[in-house]
């Protein structure tokens, strides 16, 4: 099993600088799902790290990095969770679905077998991640590669899909020049932030819980 944890210029930064009277802040798992080669890896570090490389390899297995950001005079740790799309690791990437907050279900907008994939993709979070609440649970939706001018999915196309499968709301983005991407994931923060009581999450930033149990929400475009 392959963890990688990365930190990045702007991922919650460890140090003495941070006092004993420092405010708590909500710890949110957020998780990538998606075919390999849409784009979860560049997302996630465009994000944090506000940089893309076009030399980024697939994921083998999971890696994760944390922002710490300000959501509607909220502060709360993200920490997001990149998994490898790729069939034969399915086995890496699914223990850690456990816990998640949110996931966002991604696809690139220039492949439309990505597009067909996402209700498989939806499937498999639901159970291992173990959801009891599927229709409430938050899901966020992403066209990703927004940029690339040949596309396959419209956005009509996208738009139904997700009104058809849950009323999930959906971002076009592009990891190469940052539309929308800071949006798609302050959304998802949003969507968790909305549907339930966080006061179970309230943790020091400069900690990494990961054996918190599953929880459910309620989300609606």
Partial sequence: MI??????????????????????S??????????????????MNRYVTNKFDTHLFHTIGVE????????????????IWDTAGQERFRSLRTPFYRGSDC?????????????????NWKKEFIYYADVKEPDSFPFVVLGNK???GERQVTSEEA????????????????????TNVAAAFEEAVRRVLATEDRADHLIPTDTVNLHRKPRSGTTCC
């Fill in 103 to 119: 996931c966002l279900l991604t696809f690139s907008l220039d492949d439309s077998q990505s597009f067909l994939n996402l209700a």
């Fill in 3 to 24: 963890l990688t944890h990365r930190t990045g210029q702007a991922a919650d930064r460890f140090g003495e600088e941070r006092s004993m009277a420092q405010p708590k």
């Fill in 64 to 79: 994760f990095l944390n922002k710490e950001l300000e959501v509607d005079g909220r502060v709360v740790t993200m920490q």
């Fill in 146 to 148: 927004v940029d690339v």
């Fill in 159 to 178: 738009r139904q899909w997700c009104c058809d499968n849950g009323a999930h709301p959906y971002y076009e983005t592009s990891a190469k020049d940052a």
């Fill in 26 to 43: 909500s710890l949110l798992k957020v998780i990538l799902l998606g075919d390999g080669g849409v784009g979860k890896s560049s997302l």
